[in-house]
């Protein structure tokens, strides 16, 4: 019985179970009058789900977002294992990325819309801007940090730069990159819902800003928590395929 309880899935069904319940108790205090119950807002969710109104969204949402997760990706892996492996590159992006990491690049928001205008653009390099930094920083980090004994073995056997670089620093690499793929595309998820809400109200974006609105707060909720949970069930899919491709001595113990 003890084990059953300490198993991860348990405590991760207990967590959202606690969360959610406290959610609900709030909600029937209530803190305030724009914060539904936690059963209203599942209710509006099924509603919109069933009324068609949340798939019709999706699609804005998700072709920018998708676009820019991609660009992302290949750019921000490329530059960051291309710094890790060349110091003169390292000094010359480093920097940039590191600045832009730090700064509040939602304030950049409004200087898009005013270069790119309000359409689709816009809103992929917000998505860029976002998980870029995350991605390259992570990357290069995670190849700089290679084990030097590792490079010496590989070096000690004759093995090319090139072959060290694809069988010895890459695979040591991969949980770190993958890594800030995971976190870049969090990152992402945010960019993309920014964009809809200070470029254009389309999506996603739109339902929020409507429903607030109206007052329709069940709704609003609802529609943060729809795009809340697919990034979540997402960001798990990304993680699962780095033990399926990558990793396969962890998925044996998962």
């Known amino acids: ?3 059953f309880f300490l ?5 991760r069904v207990l967590s959202f179970a606690a969360v959610f319940g406290v959610w609900e108790y709030a909600g029937r205090i209530p803190i305030s009058p724009a914060f539904p119950t936690f059963l209203q807002t599942m209710a509006a969710l099924w509603g919109m789900i069933a009324d068609g109104s949340m798939a019709a969204v999706y699609p804005s949402t998700l072709e920018p977002l998708g676009i820019g997760l991609v660009i992302s990706s290949f750019l921000g892996v490329g530059c960051g294992i291309f ?3 060349n110091e003169k590159a390292e000094w010359f992006g480093a920097p940039v990325f ?6 509040p690049l939602g304030a950049l928001v409004p200087l ?3 270069v790119y205008g309000i359409g689709l653009t816009s809103k992929i390099l917000t998505v860029c801007i976002m998980a870029l930094p995350v991605i390259v920083l992570n990357a290069f980090n995670a190849v700089r940090h290679t084990p030097e004994s590792m490079i010496e073995m590989g070096r000690s056997y004759l093995g090319s730069r090139l072959q060290v670089i694809l069988k010895i620093i890459l695979p040591a690499a991969s949980p770190v990159i993958y890594a800030g793929l995971r976190l870049g595309a969090a990152m992402g998820f945010i960019g993309a819902i920014l964009a809809e ?14 429903n607030q609105s109206v007052a329709e707060y069940d709704k ?10 697919f990034a979540v069930i997402f960001i798990e899919i990304l993680e699962r395929s780095e033990y399926i491709f990558f990793r396969p001595d962890k998925r044996v113990n998962q």
């Open 1 to 3: 019985m003890v084990s």
């Open 112 to 114: 898009l819309t005013f």
């Open 7 to 11: 198993h991860p899935l348990t405590l």
């Open 98 to 103: 590191i600045v832009m990491q730090a700064a």
């Open 220 to 229: 609003m909720y609802a529609a943060i928590f729809s795009i809340m949970a």
């Open 197 to 210: 809400l200070l470029i254009t109200p389309t999506g996603i974006g739109d339902i929020i800003t409507y």
């Open 83 to 85: 710094m890790g492996l």
